[in-house]
């Protein structure tokens, strides 16, 4: 689970004196500094009968668990033993004025090379719940990634009761090919990449594939008992709907935010997005095993990874069964009713039913007043072919996707150190349009010309600015659904619809007393989203698609959040051993 790096002695004496603290004082223990070591290594895996060499921390596939509580510190002290340049992020981390330790390469430092090391050094401000850490470099997170799992205070109990245990549940996407291989080859023609071979549940890909039935996850529970699911999709391009069958299960929590509990037999969840559950089993022993199945949700036009990864949810037998004459092979298997794969209307239903708790302890606090607004454009689009080149675009064009149509360019140093040091001429412009220069039907008929244009540009934004954007989804080579991530910041979800935006009419709607907070919201597919946010945390915080394939072609930007005026609302300098370029 990660090495200390204290000498036992020192480890045991930080927990002897939380312990100690905790007997003689019935208050709350303090806040701990919680050392894990992670190790950058191969790793030979075989999932379908392909054996491939993988990059692990730890030798682990999913990675290892980090595990803390609100108000700890984390020393991640990160060794990279292989040839790709690493850095990893610690997803939905607020990282508040500890941004240089957020992770994205090139934007708020330089990537870990060959036989160096860095130390990610942060505390846990105000959050509980599920998050979880990925690479944050090209597309290593299909195989770098684990959960961050962020317990209440000591004392503080969850609002809803005790579950029996805690379940943590990855949705992965396995290759048997190299994912960077895949990646690498599709920059190079302009076409799509090659799509995955299979999703998997902690790493098992489940009997639906060939060669995979000795892989599957088994969840084996109690009858009778609640548990917690704390379910993260780490897939690399595809939201998924997951279901168990003939189970309801309860909706708690999202990015590790609380939301008002409902009932859901199916979820939706895209990349970069954590739900957890309340999963009620049956009250006596049912004689069947059930599915736990998953699928994704496509909506675009491109080609995707079409099949079902399945886990199976296995109830212990009562003792009073004799095990001798009781063979699991025997009982009925049911499966559960996923929606369509391309059910935006289910999507959309159950995206509206995510309410923030808004109650005393856990207040909504929306901005209700908003300093400067945005219109951001999100979508696919072309740029053209290099001169001797064929390409396997559009039309012979290469595939590109921007953000207001610029399609983000990544610098060759950090973006963070770059406007630390004030040296941000010639890294990036602090220029970024905040609307479409060139209005359209964004999700009308698409416009004759679908070329981008290529760019390092970010917006600047004073210390406490209360900002409101309307991310707008585009039909240019055709509408789809965008799990837009934003790093640094928690945000509020007050509206969303389909079609263009309605600046005269939609705003009317909005919900500002309870709407969803979090950190990866879905664009939906032919359709816009208002979110709100207050930018209290100085730094250089990446905004991007959480479908990789379109961070790869450009669906990315940075915002720039100066630092405020009294001394804890500005950016802390960087540690002495952040990576060079």
């Given at each position: ?13 930080v ?5 100690v ?7 709350p223990a ?6 894990y070591?992670?190790?950058v290594?191969l ?9 491939r060499s993988?990059v ?5 596939f999913?990675g290892p668990?980090?595990?803390a509580?609100?108000?700890d ?6 060794v990279n033993?292989?040839?790709?340049n690493?850095?990893?992020h610690?997803?939905g ?6 941004g ?7 934007v708020t ?18 959050q509980?719940?599920?998050l979880?850490?990925?690479a944050?470099i ?13 317990l209440?205070k000591?004392?503080?109990p ?14 992965g ?6 994912p960077e291989?895949i990646i690498?080859?599709?920059m ?8 995955s071979?299979?999703?998997t549940i902690?790493g ?5 594939y ?7 996850f ?9 548990y ?8 690399l391009?595809d939201e998924?709907f ?10 708690v929590?999202v990015?590790a935010?609380y939301?008002?509990p ?6 939706l969840?895209?990349p970069?997005?954590?739900t957890?559950?309340l999963l ?11 599915f736990?199945s998953?699928?994704p949700y ?5 080609t ?7 886990g ?5 037998v009562?003792n009073?069964t004799?095990?001798?004459n009781h063979?699991t092979k ?5 499966k ?6 391309n ?9 509206s039913k995510?309410?923030s708790?808004?109650s ?9 007043k908003?300093?400067r607004?945005f219109?951001f454009t ?5 740029n053209?072919c290099?001169?001797?080149?064929t390409?396997q ?12 149509n ?22 990036y412009?602090p ?6 220069l060139?209005?359209?039907?964004y ?5 004759n010309?679908?070329m981008?244009?290529n ?9 406490n600015t209360?900002?409101?954007l ?5 039909s ?9 991530h934003?790093h ?7 509206g969303?619809?389909f079609?263009n ?7 009317a709607?909005?919900?500002l007393?309870?709407?969803?907070e979090r950190n990866?919201v879905?664009?939906p ?6 979110i ?5 945390n100085?730094g250089?915080w990446?905004?991007h698609?959480h479908?990789?394939?379109h961070t790869?072609?450009g ?5 720039v959040v100066?630092?405020g005026?009294l001394p804890?609302?500005?950016l802390?300098?960087p540690?002495a ?5």
């Open positions: 689970m990660g090495a200390s790096l204290l000498p036992p002695p020192a480890f045991l004496a927990f002897l004196f939380s312990f603290t905790l007997s003689v004082n019935p208050e303090l806040a701990i500094t919680r050392h070591k992670f190790d290594m790793q030979n895996v075989t999932r379908l009968c392909h054996t993988m692990t921390v730890n030798g682990k999913p668990r980090i595990v509580r609100e108000g510190r984390l020393v991640i002290r990160m033993h292989v040839q790709n690493i850095s990893i610690w997803h981390i607020r990282q508040l004025r500890s240089w330790a957020d992770g994205p390469a090139y430092q330089c990537p870990i090379q060959t036989g160096q090391s860095y130390v990610y050094n942060y505390t846990i401000v105000g509980r719940g599920t979880w850490w990925h944050h090209s597309w290593l997170r299909s195989t770098l990634h684990g959960p961050i799992i962020l209440p000591l004392g503080t969850y609002p809803f009761a005790k579950p029996y245990k805690e379940v943590p549940i990855i949705f996407e396995w290759f048997n090919a190299d291989a690498s080859q599709a190079q023609t302009g076409g799509g990449p090659n799509v071979d299979a999703y902690n098992l890909p489940g009997p639906l060939n060669c995979s039935a000795k892989d599957t088994k969840l084996k529970v109690k009858p009778g008992k609640t917690l699911l704390r379910m993260i999709n780490a897939a391009n998924l997951f279901s168990i069958a003939n189970h309801t299960v309860t909706v929590d990015d935010v939301v008002k409902f009932d859901a037999e199916t979820l969840i895209t970069g997005q954590t957890n559950v009620k089993t049956k009250p006596d022993y049912p004689n069947a095993q059930f736990m998953a699928r496509a909506t675009g036009q491109g995707f990874d079409n099949s079902t990864v399945a199976i949810l296995e109830y212990e009562p009073k004799s095990q001798s063979s025997k009982l009925p298997l049911y559960p009713n996923l929606p369509p794969l059910d935006t209307s289910f999507a959309t239903n159950f995206s995510l309410r708790l808004a005393a302890d856990f207040p909504a606090n929306v901005p209700q908003v300093d607004q219109f999100v979508g696919l689009g072309t053209p290099s001169k001797n080149q390409c675009g559009p039309n012979g064009t290469r595939f590109a996707a921007s953000v207001n610029v399609s983000f360019v990544m610098p060759t140093t950090a973006l963070l150190q770059a406007h630390h040091f004030g040296q941000s001429r010639g890294v412009s220029y970024f349009p905040i609307s479409p060139i209005p359209f039907n999700t009308g008929t698409p416009p010309n679908t981008v244009s760019g390092t540009k970010l917006v600047v934004l004073p210390f209360s900002v409101e309307i991310m707008q989804g585009t240019i080579l055709g509408a789809e659904s965008h799990p837009l934003l640094g910041f928690n945000f509020f979800v007050v969303q619809g079609g935006f309605d600046p005269s009419k939609d705003p709607n909005f919900n007393v309870d709407p969803v990866t879905g664009v597919s032919g359709g816009w989203v208002a709100r946010f207050l930018a209290d100085p250089v990446f905004m698609c479908l990789e394939v790869s072609w669906l990315k930007m940075a915002w100066l630092d005026k804890n609302q500005k802390l300098p540690p051993d952040l990576p060079k370029c």
